[in-house]
């Protein structure tokens, strides 16, 4: 049998393009079936709130695979309190996600939802660096990939250039830093962090710097091919980052799980993990850090 496998960073599936006509029990059901077909047995799903469905109807659909999914709440923090984050508790969310975010992480508004997740044990995923776009451009480019091309022209069109102006015009990576998060865990050093990419490009010294001292603060392997090569190539796995700080998450679409746990496990073997090493990374960080496991100390 092959090893369990935590993801920490997987999105209700929506389609950006035309959101009314997807079918969402079928989706969920497929995003669960590509999920367990990978060897994932536990995934944080990222739903509600500023995308997409409402809270209690998102974690409605999350329940229809109880054993797989535990519900995280993605929340705007210019729009809730710490008695907002009680109710989704309530609610059955057991998680928190940011991203874009109108001031710096470590503002002191937010302070309320940082400090009540804390209380209620509620681990916080924490979007790190740029946020993405439909065309990567170190890769491809709309003047030589048809498919890109493609993509450039659909961008164009009113209905997904607004929603693209609704959330990414006010969305700066200078406020999503890792070195927020060192702010917020000295303030709060019981509320588990997890940062997404590994920080994000540009930001990996600042990741390290932060999961080297501060106990709650880990960081996903989310991101694609980029940040999986630089995660080798620039020695975060082991060396800059322990591995008691990595989690990973898949942040793609069904079509391509399998292939980023692929490349899980070859990482795996470049940068020369053992077996304990390799199953803190895929399975037992994320499970303490969801409290489905009792952290592990060495002994005398």
Same mark, same amino acid.
């Given at each position: 049998?092959?090893?369990?496998?935590?993801?920490?960073?997987?999105h209700?599936?929506?389609?950006?393009?035309?959101?009314?006509?997807?079918d969402?029990?079928?989706?969920?059901?497929?995003?669960?079936?590509?999920?367990?077909?990978?060897?994932?047995?536990?995934?944080?799903?990222?739903?509600?709130?500023?995308?997409?469905?409402g809270?209690?109807?998102?974690? @409605?659909?999350?329940?229809?695979?109880?054993?797989l999914?535990?519900?995280?709440?993605v929340v705007?923090?210019?729009?809730?309190?710490?008695?907002?984050?009680?109710?989704?508790?309530?609610?059955?969310?057991?998680?928190?996600?940011?991203?874009?975010?109108?001031?710096?992480?470590?503002?002191?508004?937010?302070?309320?939802?940082?400090?009540?997740?804390?209380?209620?044990?509620?681990? #916080?995923?924490?979007?790190?660096?740029?946020?993405?776009?439909? #065309?990567?451009?170190?890769?491809?480019?709309?003047?030589?990939?048809?498919?890109?091309?493609?993509?450039?022209k659909?961008?164009?069109?009113?209905?997904?250039?607004?929603?693209?102006?609704?959330?990414?015009?006010?969305?700066?990576?200078?406020?999503?830093?890792?070195?927020?998060m060192? @702010?917020?865990?000295?303030?709060?050093?019981?509320?588990?962090?997890?940062g997404?990419?590994?920080?994000?490009?540009?930001?990996y010294?600042?990741s390290?710097?932060?999961?080297?001292?501060?106990?709650?603060?880990?960081?996903?392997?989310?991101?694609?091919?980029? #940040?999986?090569?630089?995660?080798?190539?620039?020695?975060?796995?082991?060396?800059?980052?322990g591995?008691?700080?990595?989690?990973?998450?898949?942040?793609?679409?069904?079509?391509?799980?399998?292939s980023?746990?692929?490349?899980?496990e070859?990482?795996?073997?470049?940068?020369e993990?053992?077996?304990?090493?390799?199953?803190r990374?895929?399975?037992?960080?994320?499970?303490?850090?969801f409290?489905?496991?009792?952290?592990v100390?060495?002994?005398?």
């Amino acid at each position: 049998m092959s090893e369990p496998i935590f993801d920490v960073h997987c999105h209700f599936p929506r389609n950006w393009q035309d959101p009314d006509a997807q079918d969402n029990e079928k989706a969920i059901d497929q995003r669960a079936d590509a999920l367990r077909s990978a060897g994932v047995v536990k995934a944080s799903l990222l739903c509600g709130g500023r995308f997409g469905m409402g809270y209690e109807e998102s974690i @409605t659909f999350a329940r229809r695979h109880e054993d797989l999914f535990l519900p995280s709440a993605v929340v705007d923090p210019e729009e809730i309190d710490g008695r907002s984050v009680q109710q989704l508790f309530d609610m059955g969310y057991v998680g928190l996600k940011m991203i874009g975010v109108r001031r710096a992480y470590d503002d002191l508004k937010y302070f309320s939802v940082y400090e009540m997740a804390e209380r209620l044990g509620m681990p #916080i995923l924490l979007h790190m660096g740029v946020i993405g776009g439909p #065309i990567d451009y170190a890769v491809t480019h709309p003047r030589r990939d048809v498919d890109a091309a493609k993509t450039y022209k659909n961008m164009q069109e009113r209905r997904i250039k607004e929603q693209i102006l609704s959330f990414g015009r006010n969305a700066s990576a200078t406020r999503m830093r890792p070195f927020h998060m060192d @702010t917020i865990a000295n303030t709060f050093p019981d509320l588990r962090l997890i940062g997404a990419h590994l920080g994000g490009t540009g930001n990996y010294d600042e990741s390290a710097s932060v999961a080297r001292w501060r106990p709650n603060v880990f960081f996903d392997l989310s991101g694609g091919d980029t #940040i999986e090569r630089h995660a080798v190539e620039r020695g975060l796995i082991g060396q800059e980052i322990g591995v008691e700080k990595l989690v990973w998450g898949s942040d793609c679409g069904n079509d391509e799980i399998q292939s980023h746990v692929d490349n899980l496990e070859a990482i795996f073997k470049v940068v020369e993990l053992d077996d304990d090493q390799s199953s803190r990374i895929r399975w037992n960080n994320a499970a303490e850090i969801f409290g489905l496991e009792e952290p592990v100390f060495a002994e005398e």
